[in-house]
């Protein structure tokens, strides 16, 4: 659901959306998330807050960069399922009571089986994000902090990608000495993770 800002109570076109339409361009419209999740009535959104490079990288909204983007947004989602989800199986088998073979046996080829999907989301999920900064230069220029941010939390999420690898193997080969405690700790970390990255694209707060 999209709402022009004079929709929204506290938001006035800004003299740059004026300029545009009276140029005959569509003025920019705000989510509606956005607009109304700021508790300050969307001050942040006040005439000349508007950043230069927002509106110029409207110019790179073209429906073939929303596809682009949509399916940045679907891999990336498909990507984190498996990021949730595996360290829960490292939270079983740290909990298989010694003996039970077909049961760790099982956990094992799941845990196999979906890093492996995973490890194939992760790839489309970055090459899209790479196709919108490189291709269509959304981020590119000054002004655009988020993205460098955004990266630094990427290399996080692939470094906590390649941990998981390292204590699968450790725990295929029996020598991994963490409790399932742990592990339930370090399920939490992609869900910070993903906060972060996501509010740092869509609020670009620098
Ligand atoms: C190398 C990795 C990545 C690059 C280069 C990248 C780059 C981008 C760019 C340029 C956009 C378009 C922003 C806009 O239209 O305003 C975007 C959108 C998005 N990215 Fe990424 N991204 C990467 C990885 C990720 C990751 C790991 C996540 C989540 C954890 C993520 C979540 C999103 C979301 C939710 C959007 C849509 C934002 C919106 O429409 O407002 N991206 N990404």
Redesign the pocket.
């Known amino acids: 659901m999209r709402l022009a800002c004079s929709a929204v109570p506290g938001l006035r076109p800004s003299p740059a959306s004026a300029r545009l339409r009276a140029g005959g361009l569509a003025a920019p419209r705000f989510t509606s998330l956005s607009g109304a999740l700021l508790p300050d009535g969307g001050k942040a959104f006040q005439p000349g807050s508007v950043r230069a490079s927002f509106l110029a990288?409207r110019a790179a909204y073209t429906a073939p960069m929303l596809w682009v983007?949509t399916f940045?947004?679907v891999f990336?989602a498909s990507w984190?399922a498996g990021l949730f989800y595996l360290p829960r199986i490292f939270v079983n088998l740290a909990m298989v009571v010694p003996g039970s073979v077909a049961e760790r046996d099982r956990l094992l080829l799941m845990a196999h089986k979906l890093l492996r999907f995973t490890t194939l989301l992760a790839l489309p999920?970055?090459g899209l994000?790479?196709w919108?900064?490189l291709g269509y230069g959304?981020?590119q220029g000054p002004g655009n902090g988020w993205?460098h941010a955004?990266?630094g939390?990427?290399v996080l999420?692939v470094l906590y990608h390649w941990s998981c690898t390292r204590m699968l193997r450790a725990l295929a080969a029996n020598t991994d000495q963490h409790s399932h405690r742990w592990f339930r700790w370090f399920n939490e970390i992609p869900v910070l993770?993903?906060v972060v990255?996501?509010a740092l694209?869509?609020i670009?707060p620098f």
């Open positions: 990288e983007k940045h947004i990336i984190f999920a970055i994000g790479l919108l900064w959304i981020g993205l955004k990266l939390v990427v999420i993770l993903l990255a996501v694209v869509v670009k």
